[in-house]
């Protein structure tokens, strides 16, 4: 039987480092829908040209690319513009995660999926893993980050569910509020505790 591990979170809570360490020392592979959701709006493809259709030229930089600061600005402003985009790229992004899934020669896999819960992918995994810190760690960690302003960090934050919603409905709870090692040790005692080697 499979094992697919659905990793997420809130934004700027650890996720990208638990995904690595998985890959790193347990050779796990990634799929990354962060990654998918970028090819999505790759320059020149039929979602990226809705875009520009939507909000005009300006959207795009002035090599054809996505200009995504200007969009971020739209989305994170605009719960129905926010949704607009997410009807576009969800679907994409499932669908890549799909073919990857049935492609795979692995048995275990990971999915690293920011919006697993809000893009209604959970029935993609056999479990659910969530990374959790602060809101302070993950308002300082975002500002940090991302170049953002408190209130521009914040509507990032509030786009998502709630990190204790999303905590209640995980298999594991990995909590990053403390070190790097503590955190690598939960992903340890994690993966012991649901497949044991022995």
Known sequence: MSRIIGLTGGI???????????????????????LYARDAVSKDSPILQAIAQRYGEQILLADGNLN???LGEIIF????????IDGLIHPYVRD????AIAA??????VLVVPLLFEAGMTDLVTEIWVV???PEQQMQRLIHRNHLTKEQALRRI??????????????????????LEALLKQVDVA???????S
């Open 158 to 179: 509030n786009s998502q569910f709630p990190i204790e919603e999303k905590a209640s409905l995980a298999d594991i709870v990995l909590n990053n509020t403390s070190t």
């Open 12 to 34: 700027a809570t650890g996720k990208t480092t638990v995904a690595n360490y998985l890959a790193s020392a347990y050779n796990w592979p990634i799929l990354d829908a962060d």
């Open 132 to 134: 959790r810190c602060s």
């Open 96 to 99: 890549r995660f799909l073919n």
């Open 68 to 70: 995504r600061q200007q």
């Open 191 to 197: 993966l012991e505790d649901r497949f044991p080697t």
């Open 77 to 84: 402003n605009s719960l129905e513009e926010r949704n607009w």
């Open 104 to 109: 795979s020669p692995s048995q275990q896999l």
